[in-house]
């Protein structure tokens, strides 16, 4: 065997600056493999010396016998600076790319000033959206400069104290995608309601297209995602009651993370069906006949079973696949703070209601003083009033501006029990966001009243090590692990 490095991430600044220096070149060399009995090595040297030839490769395999998956080869590392968080929210619903965004959680965001959604600038609407915003951004300083609060909360300040700050507050994230899925991206921000998005899709085309024409085409917009929900929305009215939107209540901290779960949906007996893969996968036997075996084990059988997996595996690494024939799917209630977490899972489906202004969190530091609850309820109040006024004339999209990190939605949230175990090793662990964890908490209590057998081992990491004893009657192995 040998293995040779074509190609790897580099900052832009070393590029040598080369007419052959762009990312179509692997993406062309790399398609002719399967009709080329060349060497990869000559391969990437034809397409490095004729780029344009290349293009023209790229263009006839890519588009017209339709082998996208071809631009995957080529990656771009871009960095996304200002954006609000509403604009964050869309980038990071596209399963196929990587994001590390600058957390509210760990960073001081007192010094950035807030965004003022073009639909709205120089509209009558304007000068209150600013107020409005601006005494957000001053209570959310008012608590993290408070000394006593520091003392009392240490590292744990910022969290609490960012529910304030509104979806128009700036961020900062590093996106890696690759060529097929950035053109989905543009293409699809393209025809958004939204004129920040709008503005990435040509911001993204302007840095990235000229640079790999052949593999970024087709970046005209695409609106059938939106047109979509409108219809779907003018259908809801004729057979749905419109939900309580303009109703005010303050929901504290002990009122979230309740999680309702339905009975998995991939077999009546998901764990007889687990031990069924696994004989299969471990025996010469037909699936039907490993079926039959497994429906008339014994829990101590099924436990016989399962034992060896969990005893060999690692704390950072994923179960067999095998686990992922149990789906699962939940339904709760959740922040805009807590969902920024969850949607990093992107393996899970996730399936979301708009957010509702008359709904959000409290987290404990803000009722700490009498005074600054007041103050807290009464800015989440006024959000919601002016949401309604902007939805009426702006639409919904324009009115998630004037939210904030603590206005909820409701979700359903989807995912095999493979996935899960990753999920919450990650979101019960202690150095997990609080409202988050008391989701993932509420999910394994569920699974582990339903299924004891198969999730015997699911917890945190910060638990793995007394679960693991507790199960298996031994220790921990000493191996590490980082998020994945």
Known sequence: MKVTLAGATVDRRFWVKDPAATPETIS?????????????????????????????????????????????????????????????EFIESHRL??????????????????LIPEELAGTRLEDEVRSLEREKFDLYIMMVDDEGYREKYGDKLLEQARYILGLTCPTDLGLTVNARELEYMISRAAAHPLAEVRQLSRALLDQC??????????????????KTREMLRESMGAISVERETGSISCVST???????????????????????????????????????????????????????????????????????????????????????????????SLFVQDYNPGRWITPPLYLENPERARDYVDLMRRSAALYHRIRKDHGVRVAEYVLTNAHKRRVVFRINLRELYHFVRLRSDEHAQDEIRRISDGMVEILKEQFPLVTAMLCGKDTYAGTRKRILGCDSDDRGGEER
Do not use: W
């Not at 004729?50 to 990656?75: D, F, T």
């Not at 297209?209 to 917009?221: C, D, N, R, V």
């Open 28 to 88: 062309a060399a790399y398609a002719r493999i399967s009709h080329s009995p060349r060497t990869l090595g000559a391969l990437r040297d034809a397409a490095v010396a004729e780029v344009e030839k290349a293009r023209m490769s790229n263009e006839n395999i890519i588009y017209r016998m339709g082998h996208s998956s071809v631009a995957e080869h080529a990656v771009f590392n871009l960095d996304i600076e200002d954006a609000s968080r509403l604009l964050v």
């Open 97 to 114: 790319a990587s994001f590390t965004e600058r957390s509210q959680r760990y960073v001081f965001f007192g010094d950035k000033e807030f």
């Open 209 to 226: 297209g000229s640079l790999a024409p052949s593999l970024i085409k087709y970046t005209e917009g695409t609106d059938h995602v939106e």
């Open 254 to 348: 002990a009122d979230d993370g309740r999680v309702c779960s339905e009975r998995p949906t991939s077999h009546d007996d998901p764990e007889s069906e687990i031990a069924a893969v696994l004989l299969f996968e471990n025996s010469g036997m037909p699936f039907s006949t490993c079926r039959e075996i497994s429906r008339k084990m014994t829990d101590d059988e099924l436990m016989d079973l399962f034992l060896p997996v969990f005893r060999n595996y690692p704390v950072h690494s994923s179960l067999p696949r095998a686990f992922e024939v149990m789906d699962l799917t939940f339904d709760f209630d959740i922040s805009a703070s807590a969902f920024a977490q969850l949607k990093r899972h992107r393996m899970a």
